[in-house]
C-alpha cells in the first residue's frame, strides 16, 4: 500500500523559508517521477514542482521558478521541497504526489499522477 505523508508546513512571514518532506512507503521514489502541488482555498490545484525518475530533470511553474528547489533522498525514500523568499500568494495546502505508471508525462499537470498525500499548510504573513 501506497502512502505519503507530507510534512515541514508552518506559517512564515514574507521573505522567509521552509522545507517540505514528503516520505514514500509502498512505494519506490527513485523508480518513478514525483511532484509537488498546492491549492489555495477557491482555486484549482496547481502543478509547483516536479522531478524526473530517479531525481533527473527538474521542472517548476515560472511563478515559483528560482526560488523552490525540489530534491530527493533516495536513501531515505523521501521527496523535498525547500521554499526560499516566500510570499503570501505562496499560501497553500501543499500535495506530494507520485505516479506508478508509465507513458507521456507531463510533469505539473495532476494527471500525471495517480497517488497522493494529506497535505501540509504553508502560510505566509506579509
Known amino acids: 500500500q501506497v502512502q505519503l505523508v507530507e510534512s515541514g508546513g508552518g506559517s512564515v512571514q514574507a521573505g522567509g523559508s521552509l522545507r517540505l518532506s514528503c516520505a514514500a512507503s509502498?512505494?519506490?521514489?527513485?523508480?518513478?517521477?514525483m511532484g509537488w502541488f498546492r491549492q489555495a482555498p477557491g482555486k484549482e490545484r496547481e502543478g509547483v514542482a516536479a522531478i524526473y525518475a530517479g531525481g533527473g530533470s527538474t521542472f517548476y511553474a515560472d511563478s515559483v521558478e528560482v526560488r523552490f528547489t525540489i530534491s530527493q533522498d533516495n536513501a531515505k525514500n523521501t521527496l523535498y521541497l525547500q521554499m526560499n523568499s516566500l510570499k503570501p500568494e505562496d499560501t497553500a495546502m501543499y500535495y506530494c504526489?507520485?505516479?506508478?505508471?508509465?507513458?507521456?508525462?507531463?510533469?505539473?499537470?495532476?494527471?500525471?499522477?495517480?497517488?497522493w498525500g494529506q497535505g501540509t499548510q504553508v502560510t505566509v504573513s506579509s
Open positions: 504526489a507520485a505516479r506508478s505508471f508509465r507513458g507521456s508525462y507531463v510533469p505539473l499537470s495532476k494527471n500525471a499522477y495517480n497517488y
Open positions: 509502498g512505494y519506490t521514489i527513485s523508480s518513478y517521477s
